[in-house]
């Protein structure tokens, strides 16, 4: 049986109340910043892995514009998505107008 099974799970945890669920004190964050620094032992050229990766990553958003937008999202951040009215509905529009005091109140 894996230990992550469903089964497994059900048990438990195996610390008390009060005490910490993650002992060693790093975050998990912190220990993947140091392990990314490592060299990664299935690497040929000897790099680390963050260098492994990084390639990797770029060598599939060559080929697929879903990876290169999540490569780029991860790097610059999401493109903000300005929000606007439905010109066909315009019912929130004039609501915020009359919330702001913009407008006046229509009857009906």
Not at 32 to 52: I, M, S, V, Y
Request: include cysteine; hydrophobic fraction near 30%; charge should be positive.
């Amino acid at each position: 049986m894996h230990p992550n099974s469903l089964k497994n799970l059900s048990k438990g945890v195996s610390y008390k109340p009060g005490q910490s669920g993650n002992p060693s004190g790093l975050s998990i964050v912190i220990r993947l910043r140091h392990k990314l620094q490592e060299p990664c032992p299935f690497d040929p050229q000897g790099r680390t892995w963050f260098d492994a990766i990084s390639e990797a990553a770029m060598r599939q958003a060559l080929t697929q514009p879903r990876a290169m937008e999540t490569l780029l999202d991860r790097l610059e951040g999401k493109v903000s998505q300005p929000i606007s009215g439905d010109s066909d509905n315009p019912l929130l529009i004039k609501l915020l107008s009359q919330l702001r005091g913009n407008a006046p109140a229509e009857d009906g």
